[in-house]
């Protein structure tokens, strides 16, 4: 308790909160410039346990707004899950940290829910958004909700059944969404992510939700300077949110498609094979061996062909970046992954 002593003599938290905060744990989904930061702060306060999960891998291009990532990680492509998890060991060893380097979807979202009591969005996209709210609204459990861009952040806690969800949020047109492609400015980050860290740690060591925290969206500007608080109500009534209200769960029941699943997010092709398997990742280098740039460690093989970088992951997993059509990913799927 010693190393906490500033934190617990602030008297909102305290030391019952403190102790609370150390029996509990997160997942954190997603660990770009949100989640990474929101982890990094649980882990230095010192909350019990924490999940973390991103399928991706770190890139020189995320240095500049995530902070707990180095170039020797990007020089060795380190999965954002274990090069993060190894960060924050060295910061805070006394948190069991897990990473898990997945794919988040219908098919493992519950069980990554398993055993945590708050869970962090920090994903950059409305179907794993939708996704998330909808295990934590089933599950009961609170959902910490970010996003930024350009120089603006977004926040919101959901507590299910209490608050509006991410749903009834989405589905107001008075709401202010964010809009890609305004590039990003990084401080938009550092300060998104404390927001989202101190609603995650009210969302556990408070029980009735005030309204200055819960159910209400937290826009900030890091550039103008501003922030204000807008109130989400619940969807209720003649047109209810079919999530909340309705508890109908489509994202969470969605049918997997047959054959390889092809997810376009940006400029990033990511291609999910038809079953899980885990492939040899010694087969993939071989298969790559007239690349000349390819980087291996035990959880991927990546290579640059020309402007295009792609990385196999052991699950069977291939992430393509730089191509101009998704067509292009799927035919370098069948070529290094095809039977
Ligand atoms: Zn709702």
New binding site residues.
């Given amino acids: 308790m010693e190393r906490f002593q500033k934190q617990i003599a602030f008297e909102p938290l305290g030391s019952k909160g403190q102790e609370v905060l150390s029996r509990s744990k997160a997942l954190v989904v997603g660990l770009g410039g949100l989640g990474s930061h929101v982890a990094e702060m649980l882990c230095r306060m010192g909350i019990g346990g924490l999940r973390l999960v991103d399928r991706d891998y770190v890139d020189v291009t995320n240095l500049h707004r995530q902070a707990l990532y180095t170039e020797e990680d990007a020089d060795q492509v380190r999965p954002k899950a274990l090069a993060l998890r190894e960060r924050l060991k060295s910061i805070n060893s006394r948190v069991a940290v897990d990473g898990k380097v997945w794919h988040v979807d219908a098919s493992n979202v519950t069980r990554l829910l398993k055993g945590v009591d708050v869970v962090i969005d920090g994903s950059d996209n409305l179907s794993l958004r939708f996704l998330l ?1 909808e295990a934590c ?1 089933r599950a009961g459990k609170p959902l910490v909700f970010g996003a930024v861009a350009g120089s603006q952040g977004y926040a919101m806690a ?1 507590l299910p059944g209490v608050t ?6 989405l ?1 107001q047109n008075t709401v202010p969404q964010p809009v890609r492609d305004t590039g990003l400015y990084p401080p938009t980050v550092r300060v998104t992510s404390a927001l989202q860290c101190s609603l995650a740690v009210q969302a556990l060591v408070r029980r009735k939700p005030e309204k200055a925290w819960a159910g209400r969206l937290h826009v900030l500007d890091v550039w103008s300077v501003e922030m204000e608080a807008i109130s989400v109500a ?2 209720v009534g003649s047109d ?6 309705r508890g109908e769960f489509e994202w969470l029941s969605a049918e997997k498609p047959t054959g390889p699943q092809v997810i376009v997010d940006d400029d990033v092709v990511n291609i999910l094979p038809e079953r899980k398997a885990e492939v040899d990742l010694n087969v993939i280098r071989a298969r790559l061996q007239r690349v000349q740039h390819v980087k291996a460690n035990e959880y991927l093989v990546w290579a640059q062909i020309g402007d295009v970088e792609m990385a196999v992951f052991r699950d069977g997993r291939m992430s393509v970046k730089g191509v101009g059509d998704w067509s292009e990913a799927v035919h370098l799927y069948e070529r290094y992954l095809g039977e």
């Avoid at 209810?240 to 209200?245: A, D, I, L, T």
Wanted: with cysteine.
């Fill in positions: 709210n609204v959901v509006a969800c991410l749903r009834c949020l589905s619940r969807r209810p949110c079919p999530v909340c209200v």
